[in-house]
């Protein structure tokens, strides 16, 4: 719309909003006044404009309707219209926070609940009402007395001296422009000032007629010659309102308008002939609007010899981003001119402060070129968007005497070169945040196995370094909050990458060639004191519990990936997690079960069998680890899931490179259930009840043992179900041979960065527990046993068989005993044959009959309870007796009163 | 009452040869006890069961069974075989040869005592009804594989004959009847007779026979039997246990109904009177039993049969286990001599 170019202040936006409200309605056909009309009304909320304003305008506008819907005594579009206004009070609420409750606000409140009782004490008036009004009465006079409650002081203040405040706010609204009483266009409203009310009777007519006509005629040019000569005289009109309110800068602007007008009219001339063909009806209609047509005449962004200093710069920019988020904009254009503006006003020297307001805008704008949520960004989009936050924060960097922030309001923004530092509003982190997202989303998008992941996989370095940049700058400048936030960024580039770097320097093995790259790269910091640093920063300042979660949580998967078990595990456990993850929102829940994943990795790791089962028993014993871990969505049927929430679980996955390997921890799980179930199920072969340490393994080994017949081994479950097997019978080096080969190298124990420490720490452990399930299962054969026979068999050193065979004696395992000087366990042979287990079975099932039927027997007895509560039951059991007694001595006294009679009778 | 007494004394060393036979001149009566044994052996395994039938007559207040014949085998094929019509083709061909053919009863053989069932109560209950003198043979082979021969004869008693006439499995109904799981039973005693001539043999044979013959009996090895006892004693146990519990909520249940059937009454009473006092006409009387069904009763007899079945299973544990005490005591006073 060619009046944009009068927005010399914000309320002239307003205004044309609100007549662009009007325009449509009066014109086009059905159809596409609905279609537009919706959108109109989506424009006036995206217009920019200093939000004070746009708040403080929709609640009069709200205060407007309730004021009219008062005085026709409509209660049931009060209470609706209260509602809103009370959900747009709360949204504005930052800004009440700022500027203090609006006196037009408590006016509001205060007249409305005098009104409401005025209403109330009418009866007459009350019984007239009809059934729906008086119930919307009641329920806003209920809801108006709670809702000012919080308001009592102010509503007292207005109560004082009404007049006061009330001239005050006019007064205010005066000041701020016209824009409140402006839209009061459709009447009597609050403030009702003169030079305004003969605004609304002028203009909405003939703009009206004059578009009903231009609808008539639609194709024909004249329309738009019309529009701009309504526009024309309409913006002289706002040009010299603004001239009361504002200062210089309106002016000039209207000069510059005013020229810019002639030329553009002439060019649209031109362009007509050919975007009339192109456009739909619904183009014309956002020509008319002004988003398109303005992206169409970039190259005459200025007209010729306009002096191009800052305020113009900003004028322009704000004319750009208004079309912003609006439906037909093209925002790749919008990019094209944003970029166009940039380097406009970098010609012009206009200062570095226009240029990061810009560069924001873009940056934004870049943001904004997809229309939802879960498309990712284009590459070239991408490229573009790492490129101008880089440079962005070059010019940062460069001039330390710019400031900004998002607290920074537009109008106190200070963009011209001068002694005073810049400050400009926006938010860099936001943009770094946002980017960082994207990268996400893009790496989600993208095919794991294909070319193209890698080659996205290579801007995470990057990524890394526009975050490690912000966080210098950040660190210099920023708020404690706002170094959290990016700490927390960079802890989240880090914490799943394997330092190989220093696992080399570790290891003693220096990199024989030692290439550039490597010395550079050997220079950098330890990513664990790096860690270590960022997370500690955190827990000591952060003051959002959802950081420091997140933060901890890191710091453990960290300390698990780099096999620093105890440092992960006391930090796991000094962190209580545990106990109140599940009320942590989905992305740090998926977060703890990697964390726990890579912890019970790392305990396995480091021989802690126990440790890495419990860790990892809550994630494989759902089935669901995948889902749970966030790497891929398992196939459920649509009852479950909705095609929504596969939407949102989607954008929760972990990118693949940041995947931990499932077979990995299936397997690792696998042969930790193995070392701890084989041992105990050969220690409780004939317990009756006999518990399951790993319900997943047992299911192994009975699939495996479902198999008809039995080849050798293919996949990683069936080489540990046969090792099982081998164990079970105590067999070491076939269950060594089934775990620890070339097959399964391959596939799960060479992808630990210490895969030869592993796996000799695993076959140490499979003969230990081989010893073990040997004694356990063949030990009633024995009279007794030579350790070194022992040592031989399972090769083992003697002081270890020793040491095992003296644990499972002190845990009354192996009723057995040592013989020093022969070296030798003499089994004792107090385990109960298999007959003397049945007879405990049989007296065990024994105990539960006589159980039951005491149940019986008390329930014939009239206490209604199990055998074992039997003495809470007796105490009722005695009431009852008791009553019982009673009972019995009234009618003793009966029988004794008839007794007496009886007596009485025979004495007479 | 009618006394099986399948007659004369038995050999010293009953072992499974000695035959049943009835003293009648006609009879060649050694075979049932021979018949039996031969049939399991021939066509039941393990713990499958087979069955036949017994043929005989009343002499005075005994029971002679003289002879026996097998009921096939059944097989999935022959499913339209009439075991009924077998039955009288038998029977009437044995006539023709001029053999009792009167059906006394029947018998079974069993796998570890384990005979006390439904369908064993069923059809002796048909038989009894029928043929008043009926018995059934219990033979159990794994028993006499060890040494002895296991041979018992059972009849229902007249008070489960009764409650089986009447149907009437309800607690109420046993109660009534005063029938336990030791009275549904009763054991016939059984005399095992053999012609004299097959005694004078039996003895001769006794007299031949080297030490070797009897080890059998001597088998010190306890542990798998009295296992496999345990086992199927647990198995009704945990029987029992359910039977219990169903009984238990059975009961629960019923007496919150007669609560609530109570609680009604007395609200109905209390209207009523109320009503009265106001000069109005009492409620209609409603039927009590279709506001409250009873709850289905389980059905008592399966407990008693259960409860039989495992008093059996403690007999022949107890009997198997002081045989064997005995003989644990004798094999420790030889080892003693020995030593």
């Known amino acids: 719309m060619s009046r944009f170019f009068a927005t010399g202040s914000d309320s002239e936006s307003e205004e044309s909003s609100s007549a662009e409200e009007i325009t449509p309605k009066a014109t086009g056909t059905a159809f596409n006044k609905n279609l537009l009309l919706s959108d109109d009304e989506e424009d006036t909320k995206r217009v920019v404009r200093s939000a004070k304003d746009k708040r403080f305008e929709e609640l009069t506008n709200l205060i407007k309707t309730i004021r009219n819907a008062m005085k026709i005594r409509d209660m049931a579009k009060c209470l609706e219209e209260f509602e809103q206004l009370c959900r747009a009070f709360l949204k504005s609420k930052a800004i009440v926070d700022k500027e203090g409750v609006p006196p037009f606000y408590i006016r509001l409140l205060a007249d409305l609940e005098d009104y409401l009782n005025q209403l109330w004490e009418d009866k007459e008036g009350k019984k007239k009402m009809n059934k729906n009004n008086a119930k919307a009465l009641s329920s806003l006079r209920q809801k108006i007395r709670k809702y000012n409650r919080d308001f009592e002081t102010e509503i007292a203040n207005y109560k004082e001296n009404p007049e006061q405040s009330a001239e005050e706010e006019e007064e205010k609204e005066e000041a701020e422009s016209g824009s409140y009483s402006e839209s009061e266009d459709d009447g009597e409203g609050v403030t009702a000032k003169s030079f305004m009310k003969k605004k609304p009777a002028a203009e909405p007519a003939p703009e009206a007629s004059k578009f009903l006509k231009g609808a008539a005629d639609d194709e024909s040019e004249s329309d738009d010659d019309d529009d701009d000569e309504i526009w024309g005289s309409d913006s002289t009109d706002s040009g010299s309102e603004s001239e009361d309110n504002e200062g210089n800068a309106a002016s000039l602007a209207l000069a510059f308008l005013k020229k810019l007008r002639r030329s553009k009219r002439k060019e649209r001339a031109e362009e007509e002939a050919e975007e009339e063909g192109l456009e739909q009806e619904g183009g014309e209609w956002e020509k008319v609007k002004g988003g398109v047509p303005l992206v169409k005449e970039k190259p005459k962004m200025f007209a010729k010899g306009t002096e191009i200093n800052i305020p113009v710069v900003v004028k322009k920019l704000n004319e750009i981003l208004q079309a912003r988020g609006k439906k037909g904009t093209d925002r790749a254009a919008q990019i094209e001119l944003l970029h166009a503006l940039a380097a406009i006003s970098e010609e012009n020297n206009l200062g570095q402060g226009i240029m990061v307001k810009i560069k924001f805008n873009i940056i934004a704008s870049l943001y904004d070129y997809n229309p939802n949520l879960a498309t990712f960004m284009k590459p070239d989009m991408w490229k573009k968007c790492l490129d101008c936050i880089d440079e962005l924060l070059d010019i940062l960097f460069e001039n330390s005497n710019i400031f900004i922030g998002e607290n920074i309001a537009e109008d106190s923004e200070s963009l011209a070169v001068s002694d005073q530092p810049f400050r400009v509003r926006g938010c860099i982190l936001t943009l770094v945040e946002r980017m960082d997202e994207e990268f996400t989303k893009i790496m989600q998008n993208t095919d794991p196995h294909s070319q193209e992941y890698v080659d996205n996989l ?53 990199g024989e060639s030692k290439s550039e790259q490597d010395q550079e790269e050997s220079e950098g910091e330890d990513s664990a004191i790096i860690m270590d640093r960022l997370c500690k920063f955190i827990y000591a300042k952060d003051r959002t519990d959802r950081i420091r979660t997140c933060a901890i949580l890191c710091h453990i998967y960290h300390h698990a990936l780099h096999s620093r078990w105890y440092q992960a595990r006391d930090l796991m456990l000094m962190s209580h997690l545990q106990d109140n993850i599940q009320h942590a929102d989905p992305p740090v829940q ?107 393994f047992h299911h192994q080994l009975r699939v495996g043992e479902r198999q008809p017949l039995l080849g050798p081994p293919e996949s990683m479950r069936e080489h540990v179900v046969a090792a099982s097997k081998a164990m079970k019978m105590g067999d070491w080096r076939t269950c060594h041979s089934f775990i620890i080969n070339e097959k399964m190298n391959s596939k799960v124990w060479d992808l630990f960065p210490e895969a030869q420490r592993v796996r000799e720490m695993l076959v140490r452990k499979i003969q230990e527990e081989s010893l073990r399930t040997y004694l356990f299962t063949y030990s009633s054969v024995y009279d007794s046993i030579s350790m070194e026979t022992l040592a031989e068999m399972f090769q083992l050193e003697l002081p270890t068989v020793h040491s095992i065979i003296s644990k499972m004696i002190i845990n009354e395992e192996l009723m057995a005993s040592l013989d020093q000087p022969t070296q030798t366990v003499v089994m004792h042979r107090t385990e109960p044959t298999s007959l003397q287990n049945m007879a405990l079975q049989l007296a065990e099932k024994l105990g539960g009959l006589v159980e039951n039927n005491e149940r019986v027997f008390d329930l014939k007895q009239g206490v209604y309870g199990s055998y074992f509560n039997r003495d809470q039951k007796g105490g009722y059991q005695q009431k009852q007796g008791y009553q019982r007694d009673q009972k019995g001595g009234y009618q003793q006294k009966q029988g004794y009163r008839g007794g007496y009679r009886s007596q009485n009778q025979s004495s007479y | 009452t009618l006394h099986l007494k399948c007659a004369s004394e038995k050999p010293p060393f009953g072992g499974p040869c000695s035959t049943n036979t009835l003293p009648l001149p006609l009879s060649q009566q050694k075979w049932v006890v021979m018949k039996i044994i031969k049939h399991y052996q021939e066509e039941g395994q393990g713990s499958e069961v087979v069955q036949g039938v017994l043929l005989g007559l009343v002499v005075e207040d005994r029971l002679e069974i003289t002879n026996c014949f097998p009921f096939p085998q059944h097989t999935e094929d022959d499913a339209d075989f009439d075991e009924v019509q077998y039955q009288m083709e038998m029977m009437r061909s044995l006539r023709h040869v001029n053999i009792d053919h009167l059906h006394v009863g029947w018998y079974q053989s069993t796998f570890y005592g384990s005979f006390v069932s439904r369908a064993l109560l069923d059809s002796q209950f048909s038989y009894q009804h029928a043929i008043e003198e009926s018995v059934v043979l219990i033979y159990d082979p794994i028993k006499t594989a060890q040494g002895s021969l296991s041979l018992k004869a059972y009849r229902l008693t007249p008070k489960l004959m009764e409650i089986c006439k009447e149907k009437d499995f309800s607690t109420e109904g046993l109660k009534k009847a005063s029938v336990g799981y030791e009275n549904m039973f009763e054991e016939v005693p059984i005399v095992i007779r053999n012609s004299h001539l097959i005694n004078v043999l039996l003895w001769e044979l006794e007299d031949k026979s080297t030490v070797a013959d009897k080890h059998e009996l001597l088998n010190l090895s306890s542990g798998s039997h009295l296992e496999k006892c345990l086992q199927m004693l647990m198995d009704r146990v945990d029987e029992m246990s359910q039977d219990i519990v169903k009984y238990n909520n059975y009961s629960r249940s019923l007496s919150k109904q007669q609560q609530q059937k109570h609680q009604y009454v007395q609200r109905r009473q209390q209207e009523n009177a109320q009503r009265q006092s106001r000069g109005e006409p009492p409620l209609p009387e409603e039927d009590l039993t279709k506001l409250f069904k009873p709850p289905q009763a389980p059905p008592r007899m399966d407990s008693l049969l259960i409860a039989g079945q495992i008093n059996t299973y403690c007999q022949t544990v107890k009997e198997f286990t002081s045989q064997n005490l005995g003989k644990l005591f004798m094999a420790e006073a030889l080892q003693g001599q020995g030593s």
């Open chain 1, 458 to 510: 290579k801007d995470e370095g990057r990524v890394c370094n526009i975050i490690d940049r912000l966080l210098q700058y950040l660190e210099n400048k920023g708020s404690t909050e706002e170094v959290c936030r990016v700490y927390l960024r960079r802890i989240m580039h880090t914490y799943y990458k394997f330092d190989y770097k220093t696992h080399r320097r570790c290891m003693g093995i220096q």
């Open chain 1, 590 to 696: 998926i977060l703890y079960n990697r964390t726990m994943v890579q912890l019970g990795i790392c305990a396995f790791r480091q021989g802690m069998i126990k440790d890495a089962h419990n860790a990892l028993l809550d994630i494989q014993s759902s089935g669901r680890a995948k889902e749970l871990l966030g790497q891929g969505l398992l196939m459920r049927n649509m009852q479950e899931r909705n095609a929504e929430q596969e939407k949102i679980e989607k954008r929760r996955q972990v990118p693949f490179h940041m995947h931990i390997n499932l077979e990995l921890l299936e397997c690792v799980y696998l042969v930790s259930a193995m070392l701890l179930e084989i041992p105990y199920m050969a220690a409780h072969e004939f317990d009756a009840r006999r518990r399951m340490i790993s319900k997943q």
